[in-house]
């Protein structure tokens, strides 16, 4: 049973381009979670998504961010016009309904130049 | 909100030796949970132990225990018998029961000396 797979591991992007970042649920997971890390900080929550649903996104930047769980294919969260205060690591978690423990994908690591 | 305080940044320990991580959060929720995530180089996060705040027993797995006061809103993290593959940085993280956000905190990093 392969983990939460994210992709690609490492991103690198001139400001103001897009970034595209995407994750694969666990199989059997319904649910997705993105987790944004600065640098020397611990995970902040950033969305909440259940298939072709935005259920909580309370912790998105209100400008260039967005992300979508669509019916088929992996969850994609999308940063439009990147400037360097995104660079992060952005990890995506899933769970069954329930929200049993959270298991996690190994980040996608985004620098921005 | 929920805030979670780690406040050692670093900790070294001898190969075979003990090693105990502080965490205190704040919180006016009576039932919650608490979690203890491994994050190693690999940039992987881990779980490496979970405690419901009703259980008035500690949780432990293997080399890692808990000791959880609720009162003192405390729940720091023992790792025994440390070993090499237990560097890494350790999160504190807190869940309201029937929530899905977990609040982090910042870390702290344990290197494990041979």
């Known amino acids: 049973n392969a983990g939460v797979m994210q992709n690609p591991r490492h991103l690198v992007r001139r400001r103001g381009q897009e970034a595209r970042l995407r994750c694969s649920p666990m199989k059997g997971h319904s649910h997705v979670y993105w987790y944004r890390q600065l640098p020397e900080e611990g995970l902040k929550f950033m969305v909440y998504?259940?298939?072709?649903?935005?259920?909580?996104e309370s912790g998105m930047p209100k400008e260039r961010f967005s992300a979508e769980f669509p019916k088929e294919g992996p969850s994609i969260l999308r940063i439009q016009q990147v400037v360097r205060g995104d660079s992060a690591a952005y990890f995506c978690?899933?769970?069954?309904?329930?929200?049993?423990?959270?298991?996690f994908g190994n980040g996608t690591r985004l620098t921005v130049t | 909100a929920q805030t979670v305080t780690q406040s050692q940044p670093e900790m070294s320990v001898q190969e075979a030796e003990t090693v105990t991580l502080s965490c205190t959060y704040d919180?006016?929720?009576?039932?919650?949970?608490l979690f203890w995530y491994k994050q190693p180089p690999s940039r992987q996060m881990i779980l490496v132990i979970r405690q419901e705040a009703y259980k008035q027993q500690n949780a432990t797995e293997n080399r890692f225990s808990v000791n959880f006061q609720k009162a003192a809103k405390s729940f720091s993290l023992k790792i025994s018998d440390s070993q090499l593959g237990d560097t890494a940085m350790y999160f504190c993280a807190f869940m309201k029961v029937d929530d899905y956000k977990l609040s982090f905190g910042a870390g702290t990093t344990v290197t494990v000396r041979a």
């Open positions: 998504l259940q298939k072709e649903n935005i259920i909580d």
């Open positions: 978690a899933s769970s069954p309904p329930g929200f049993s423990p959270l298991h």
């Open positions: 919180t006016s929720e009576s039932n919650y949970y």
